[in-house]
């Protein structure tokens, strides 16, 4: 088989190259990419369990534990045992967490002027919504909304 003949490896190398672009603007504010996205996340959630939080992200509860465990380290997140059923912890944004949001944005915003720049305007709208078309087919979805990209209700939003 020739290597040209293999298209996933567009999408993967190029992936690999946003994402270390990325990587490199969101270390001046001291977060990786996925952090990045559990803040933006949780901005959105509000106070959640981390076990709610995981589902979200499709990861195992063990590797958001991880995660969770270098936000509370970093004073971006709060853990507390959830007063309704002890086995269960509440994760939720620190008001440093939630400067950091903005940040995380332009972040973000970023990168897409660095992808329309190199594609261009029209081909960077297109591949973005070729993007999004994708993830959409395949089962992903953006943490915290529905399948329809309207807010879900957490747990305990249900409880006040």
Request: positive net charge; charged residues 25%; aromatic residues 4%.
């Amino acid at each position: 088989m020739q290597f040209d003949t293999v298209k996933l490896h567009y999408l993967l190398h190029a992936a690999t190259l946003v994402e270390e672009k990325l990587r490199h603007r969101l270390s001046e504010i001291g977060i990786s990419p996925r952090q990045a996205r559990v803040i933006d996340a949780l901005a959105r959630m509000g106070a959640v369990s981390q076990i709610i939080l995981a589902r979200e992200f499709a990861i195992t509860p063990a590797s958001m534990s991880t995660m969770t465990a270098r936000l509370i380290a970093a004073d971006i997140i709060t853990r507390k045992v959830d007063p309704t059923e002890v086995r269960s912890n509440i994760v939720e944004l620190t008001p440093r967490g939630r400067a950091l949001l903005a940040d995380v944005h332009a972040a973000w915003r970023d990168i897409d002027t660095l992808i329309a720049e190199t594609l261009g305007a029209k081909d960077a709208a297109a591949y973005a919504t070729l993007n999004r078309r994708l993830r959409d087919r395949l089962g992903g979805k953006v943490p915290g909304l529905a399948s329809d990209n309207t807010p879900q209700v957490t747990r305990q939003e249900t409880r006040r």
